[in-house]
């Protein structure tokens, strides 16, 4: 079974943020909405010169930091639920965050190609519950 073009385009996504490259945004909507929902900087911006910001600044607090995708949920026609583990180094605490196992989710809303919402999860628990979907390993 092949993927559906939404996950295929997410899967592009997150492919250059295992790398560490979080510079393309030809993906996004000019009005995507991006959503930071939960961790130590939580914040909500519209658009993507604001996106880009809010990103940058977050990334500014770590070395190394890419996200590393576990599994890839096509939860409806525009929703894609990337499962997924973070690595990178703390700048100022110096956490690896590998040796912590830290594990978040990411969702994506995809109208037509383009990425109209993007909401990012540190936490993976707080991801699913806000989704209604049961803990991993659990029945809903």
């Known amino acids: 079974m092949t993927d559906s073009p939404n996950v295929d385009l997410v899967r592009s996504i997150v492919a250059a943020w295992d790398r ?9 909507d000019p009005q995507i909405e991006f959503m930071i929902a939960d961790g130590p ?12 910001e809010g990103m940058a600044d977050f990334l500014s607090a770590w070395e190394n930091y890419r996200v590393e995708a576990e599994e ?13 583990h973070f690595a990178g180094r703390g700048k100022a605490s110096g956490v690896n965050l590998r040796l912590m196992r830290a594990e ?10 383009r990425v109209m919402r993007l909401v990012n999860y540190i936490d ?14 659990k029945k809903p």
Do not use: C
């Open 41 to 52: 900087s939580p914040g909500s911006w519209t658009g993507i010169t604001n996106m880009v």
């Open 72 to 84: 890839y949920r096509e939860l409806d026609h525009q929703s894609v639920l990337v499962l997924h």
């Open 124 to 137: 993976r628990e707080h991801a699913l519950a806000d989704l209604g979907l049961a803990p991993e390993g």
């Open 20 to 28: 560490g490259d979080y510079s393309a945004v030809k993906w996004a």
């Open 104 to 113: 978040g989710a990411s969702l994506f809303l995809v109208r037509g190609g």
